[in-house]
């Protein structure tokens, strides 16, 4: 199990790219996932120069226990961080568009301006702010769905949408 070691990958001599173990594992002993889960703090806390952390989640699903309780960790650390979705080469490429963010918590990172098209439900129950879509032409139904703050949401070339896409939305 590869997932299971941490790799150090050495980039143009100047920095690092660190995998961790991987913290999702359905048929892993608690004792196992214990350990990760102490390697993963123990080197998250104890390194001063990291740059980013990159939480990769799969896009098949809703974000599991494990996904939460990462994405709370790294929030009370003040670390930055991003959340990428993976795994979309597993699913039908009609569907990723659909369900992509839904029930996502953190997605002010995230950089919509080259999005053209937003699939029904993309972004349902979601917490994003003030997403800037300026090349999205058509919204599919209930895309920002009780989103909890959409601020100033910049679709400038909307053309097409669905009267309820902010149905619910804060």
């Given at each position: 199990?590869?997932?299971?070691?941490?790799?150090?990958?050495?980039?143009?001599?100047?920095?690092?790219?660190?995998?961790?173990?991987?913290?999702?594992?359905?048929?892993?002993?608690?004792?196992?996932?214990?350990?990760?889960?102490?390697?993963?703090?123990?080197?998250?806390?104890?390194?001063?120069?990291?740059?980013?952390?990159?939480?990769?989640?799969?896009?098949?699903?809703?974000?599991?226990?494990?996904?939460?309780?990462?994405?709370?960790?790294?929030i009370n650390s003040e670390l930055n961080f991003i959340i990428v979705p993976t795994k979309a080469d597993k699913i039908a490429v009609t569907k990723v568009p659909d369900y992509t963010f839904k029930d996502c918590q953190a997605l002010s990172w995230y950089d919509f301006t080259n999005t053209v098209e937003i699939g029904k439900e993309s972004?349902?129950?979601?917490?994003?702010?003030?997403?800037?879509?300026?090349?999205?032409?058509?919204?599919?139904?209930?895309?920002?769905?009780?989103?909890?703050?959409?601020?100033?949401?910049?679709?400038?070339?909307?053309?097409?949408?669905?009267?309820?896409?902010?149905?619910?939305?804060?």
């Amino acid at each position: 199990f590869s997932a299971l070691l941490t790799n150090f990958f050495r980039i143009d001599n100047q920095l690092y790219f660190v995998d961790l173990p991987g913290y999702s594992f359905a048929n892993m002993p608690k004792e196992k996932m214990a350990k990760i889960s102490g390697t993963i703090d123990s080197y998250l806390k104890s390194r001063k120069n990291i740059a980013l952390v990159v939480m990769l989640v799969d896009i098949r699903h809703k974000p599991t226990k494990d996904d939460k309780l990462m994405y709370d960790y790294l929030i009370n650390s003040e670390l930055n961080f991003i959340i990428v979705p993976t795994k979309a080469d597993k699913i039908a490429v009609t569907k990723v568009p659909d369900y992509t963010f839904k029930d996502c918590q953190a997605l002010s990172w995230y950089d919509f301006t080259n999005t053209v098209e937003i699939g029904k439900e993309s972004f349902y129950n979601t917490a994003i702010n003030n997403p800037q879509c300026l090349k999205v032409t058509s919204v599919g139904e209930r895309a920002f769905a009780y989103c909890d703050n959409l601020g100033d949401v910049n679709l400038k070339k909307l053309t097409t949408y669905n009267p309820n896409i902010f149905e619910g939305s804060g």
